[in-house]
């Protein structure tokens, strides 16, 4: 028994290696394709064309003024701003309920080659520090005529 | 004063436990075997003192003592009572006197029931237990003092974080993840103590552990599956998993658990894979720590992350330094850790359990590497990267349907070898299971590859554990003359291990299914109507009847009533919710989840007009979604069926 195990040995290291070779290109290949890079707008267009139509996390703030959104064809277009670079963000789907111009968003997506960002999914930052409301901003004032005016 | 008394509990707790991990080696040693009681006592002592601390900081949540730094953090007077004592593990601090708190109970616990066994082994697991223990009252001391000063004392505090007080399951997931994490130091304390006490080749510490394990097991599947309806409930894009790197910290150790739960019954049987083993339940415990350090240390940003600080910097040196103790540990024992049988033939059960720890360790490094791939991506290259859900879903799909095979294949083979006969006759039948659901799989529309071999497989799978079932109570009756409902109670009594396995696997197959099926055919629709129109999908109509608003005491909501159309007759409302918290800038989705058999009609309040005149509405149809939190319950009373102790009970 000892004898054929020790015949046996050196093939299970081998075998062992191979797996874990395999195994381990696999995962690195894997890596390879399917990295997400988080850019700020300014890093995104200093890429030139290499930022052209791979996925991207484009973080900033909303640019004050630049945010439309039509509820009929779920259109919404806003930049994104690092205060030194714009870039044009384009997506479908209700922006989130308190979206606001100045607010932190990180946009994952792709950017095409017309430098319109189309985004496939819309994430807002907060810092986590507590800030109370400013006035006006209250949803009991924001929507007074749901709260106050139901009376439920 | 209630803070003075917690944080007096937890500095005097150190000191007993530092007696207590003394203690231990000196009565080795010197052969004082007298010490051991007061180094047994220090265990006990110190849950004593950990529970007089978390009991105190309840009590200031309670009564709203803002002096108490981790109550004026997390606190606030609007908080529903539930709510208030739910976030002792709303927030950093709390959540680690809470896992200090669980672990003392544990090491309470296990040390009472084995204080009388002879030898060297309990007293060294305790001493490991308290070691662990003192770690963590380190970090209550230092970068995770819950009981810090406040002054001047604040009115009123925040609140717990909005989306952990938006949900009941916030009461359930994290008890059962900490019962579940902290459950893995006990068959870790038990692998060191044989080691350290040169006891490993009797297999007793795996024998002491067993139900341990499996209950820390069964806990944290059922925390994994809680979990996963807390994001479905809350977070209201309609799905339960995302790889989100702190979903991978609680799915890493349930991964190397699994594996273990398996080959521990390959060394009990056989005597083989006994290193393994140990580096499997070491793995295992590294990774509940590495879990917390991912979760608490503020390193990867998500909801679980609470903060960014020093803390990190305690759990990689407390990693490294069991990683490394464990390593010197199992190399001075590989001498004791020989295997004492050898592996018949290709076609036997343990072939199977080899292959099934093969695939969940490959599936363990696959997420770990994604997980922290960005980690060190920062470090080395100093750029900030994710890694996407398809590196995730490409990696474990080939990984996920060999398990599900391998579940199919590994109840049907026996011990050491197969005939052929045996073979074809256990392997061949369970292909008519697989051949049904690759049917349906196909007549709904599935093309994918991965998605037809899931449902084959799982097909596969069902019925080579149900047909256990059967085989087993057909020979009952047969011999026996019994019903099959006696049958059945007979035969799972008789061997609750074994059937309690099978009860499992069928847990996971019912959660594969729903997996496989709500990933496959779900379908959504998104739409603004205002009040009066309707909005469609795949079948079901929903119209919006109005929108309204409350106030709350601790918040405001704003909700459309939608009302479920069958022709032109109501079968029943929807409510979706947006929760505005004062303490958030942006409100917290509550959507609202209609359960049927065959699936869930999912719908989310995505936007409204201020004057509510139109909303815009999702609604996600999710097919077979309910049957993964029923397999998750499946699981947990197969788990639960396999702890139930063996053999015939006289008193109780």
Request: net charge positive; glycine share 10%.
């Amino acid at each position: 028994m000892t004898e054929s195990k020790s015949k046996r040995r050196p093939w299970v290291i081998a075998g062992v290696v191979a797996v874990v070779a395999v195994f381990g290109w696999l995962l690195y290949g894997g890596l390879d394709k399917n990295v997400v890079f988080f850019l700020t707008p300014q890093e995104l267009l200093a890429k030139g064309t290499a930022g052209y139509d791979v996925p991207v996390r484009l973080g900033g703030q909303v640019k004050p003024g630049t945010v439309k959104w039509d509820d009929k064809t779920l259109r919404l277009t806003f930049e994104v701003t690092d205060g030194k670079s714009d870039v044009a963000v384009q997506s479908s789907g209700a922006p989130p309920q308190m979206f606001r111009d100045g607010m932190g968003v990180v946009v994952e997506g792709r950017f095409g080659r017309d430098h319109v960002f189309n985004s496939t999914g819309l994430m807002v930052k907060h810092s986590n520090e507590y800030h109370p409301p400013k006035p006006g901003e209250k949803p009991q004032e924001m929507y007074k005529t749901l709260i106050k005016g139901s009376g439920s | 004063m209630t803070r003075l008394l917690a944080h007096d509990a937890i500095l005097v707790s150190m000191a007993v436990v530092l007696f207590g991990i003394v203690a231990v080696p000196v009565a080795m040693r010197t052969g004082r075997r007298g010490l051991l009681p007061y180094a047994f006592a220090a265990v006990y002592t110190n849950f004593f003192l950990v529970s007089v601390a978390a009991v105190a900081m309840v009590y200031a949540l309670v009564t709203h003592d803002f002096s108490v730094s981790y109550v004026a953090q997390v606190g606030g007077r609007a908080t529903p009572l539930l709510f208030t004592v739910i976030s002792l593990w709303g927030a950093l601090e709390g959540s680690i006197l809470f896992w200090a708190w669980v672990l003392s109970m544990y090491a309470a616990a296990v040390v009472w029931i084995n204080s009388r066994r002879p030898g060297n082994l309990v007293p060294y697991a305790a001493a490991t237990l308290l070691f662990v223990s003192f770690f963590f009252a380190i970090l209550l001391v230092g970068p995770a003092d819950p009981f810090g000063v406040v002054s001047p004392v604040p009115p009123d505090g925040p609140g717990p974080n909005p989306l952990l007080q938006n949900h009941i399951l916030m009461a359930i997931h994290p008890p059962l993840l900490y019962l579940g994490y902290v459950g893995m130091s006990v068959p870790f304390a038990f692998a060191v103590g044989a080691m350290l006490s040169g006891e490993v080749e009797t297999d007793d510490w795996m024998r002491i552990t067993r139900r341990w394990t499996l209950s820390a097991w069964a806990l944290l599947s059922a925390a994994i599956i809680a979990g996963m309806w807390w994001s479905y409930e809350v977070l209201g894009w309609g799905g339960y998993w995302a790889w989100d790197p702190v979903e991978n910290a609680s799915f890493l150790p349930w991964l190397t658990a699994t594996a273990f739960l398996h080959s521990a019954m390959v060394q009990e049987r056989r005597g083989m894979l006994r290193l393994w083993n140990l580096n499997l339940v070491v793995g295992t415990f590294l990774l509940t720590i590495l879990g917390t350090f991912l979760t608490r240390s503020g390193i990867v940003s998500s909801v679980h992350a609470f903060t960014t600080g020093t803390i990190g910097y305690y759990f990689l040196a407390f990693i490294a330094i069991v990683m490394l103790a464990s390593l010197a540990l199992v190399a001075g024992n590989s001498e004791r850790l020989r295997s004492t049988g050898r592996f018949d033939s290709a076609a036997s059960r343990e072939t199977v359990f080899l292959l099934n720890n093969l695939f969940l360790t490959a599936f363990m490094f696959t997420v770990l590497t994604g997980t922290l791939f960005p980690l060190v991506a920062e470090a080395i290259k100093g750029v900030k990267v994710s890694v996407g859900e398809p590196f995730f879903n490409r990696m474990s799909l080939p990984i996920v349907v060999t398990l599900l095979f391998l579940m199919g294949v590994g109840p049907a083979l026996p011990w050491k070898a197969a005939s052929k006969a045996e073979l074809k006759a256990k392997l061949v039948p369970p292909a008519a299971g697989a051949g049904l659901m690759l049917v349906i799989a196909l007549v709904a529309g599935a093309r994918n590859v991965y998605a037809l071999l899931a449902f084959a497989f799982a097909g596969y799978a069902a019925f080579a554990n149900l047909r256990e079932y059967w085989i087993g109570m057909r020979a009952r009756r047969i011999a026996h003359g019994e019903g099959w409902g006696t049958a059945l109670v007979r035969l799972v009594g008789g061997n609750r291990h074994r059937y309690g396995g099978y009860t499992a696997h069928l847990g996971v197959i019912l959660v594969a299914f729903g997996i496989a099926a709500s990933s496959t055919f779900r379908t959504e629709y998104e739409a603004t109507i205002k009040p009066g129109e309707t909005i469609s999908l795949s079948g079901h109509t929903l119209r919006l009847k109005a929108m309204w608003g409350r106030e709350e005491p601790q918040r405001s909501v704003v909700g459309a009533t939608l009302e479920v159309m069958n022709g032109s007759m109501v079968k029943g409302t929807m409510e979706p919710r947006m929760n505005f918290y004062p303490m958030s800038q942006s409100p917290v989705p509550t959507p609202a989840v209609r359960s049927r058999f065959l699936g869930d009609l999912y719908v989310n309040l995505q936007a409204f007009r201020p004057d509510g005149s139109n909303a815009t509405i999702r609604v996600i149809y999710e097919p077979l979604v309910p049957w993964i939190w029923f397999g998750g319950g499946v699981v947990v009373f197969g788990a639960l069926i396999a702890i139930f102790p063996t053999g015939r009970r006289t008193d109780a």
